[in-house]
């Protein structure tokens, strides 16, 4: 009942603050029909691909030193802009694409330590990545607070853990959450 409402009137200030719903009627736009017709498994990695493109940050081009005096380790074999050849950018731009999208998506890992190198490009990828899930974040319990402080008898109603973003044992990546948590990679 109440939680439901409540729940429901987060997600639509969210989802219109993010443009996926129009402010004057409440109807779709174009990325919200994206997302309707997403597997619910797919849903937050998939906002999570949309905003990136709102901000050109989900491509395929290697990311460039922000200080041109300090270039990247020669060590770590990045490409670059200026020494990829034309022959080979297609491929090199599509690979780093390719697995920056799928790095998006939750996935099951042993619980071991981890003993492998560590990639580069998703490694600054998923710098970007951890800064718009924390916004995302933020947004949504920005939201859930305006509508509290609007009426503060509803903070009863909230469950306990209602924003854990702790998964549910058993059932990965669900998590006992009302709201979105946008768990960080």
């Not at 736009?29 to 493109?53: F, G, N, R, Y």
Request: aromatic share 6%.
């Amino acid at each position: 009942g109440d939680l439901w409402s409540l729940n429901a009137l987060v997600h639509f200030i969210v989802l219109e603050k993010l443009d996926l719903i129009s402010s004057e009627d409440g109807g779709a736009t174009v990325l919200s029909d994206v997302l309707k017709d997403t597997p619910s498994i797919l849903t937050e990695p998939c906002l999570t691909a949309l905003e990136l493109m709102k901000f050109g940050q989900l491509t395929g081009e290697p990311f460039e030193a922000a200080d041109e005096t300090k270039p990247f380790p020669q060590e770590i074999k990045y490409p670059s802009n200026a020494t990829l050849q034309p022959q080979d950018r297609d491929k090199v731009c599509g690979m780093l694409l390719l697995c920056r999208v799928m790095s998006l998506v939750p996935m099951r890992l042993k619980n071991v330590m981890w003993d492998s190198d560590v990639d580069f490009d998703l490694a600054a990828f998923h710098a970007l990545v951890r800064a718009l899930k924390r916004t995302l974040r933020q947004l949504v319990e920005a939201s859930l607070a305006h509508v509290l402080l609007q009426d503060l008898s509803k903070v009863k109603i909230l469950p306990a853990g209602f924003m854990s973003a702790t998964p549910i044992k058993d059932q990965y990546p669900s998590t006992p959450a009302e709201l979105p948590t946008f768990m960080l990679p």
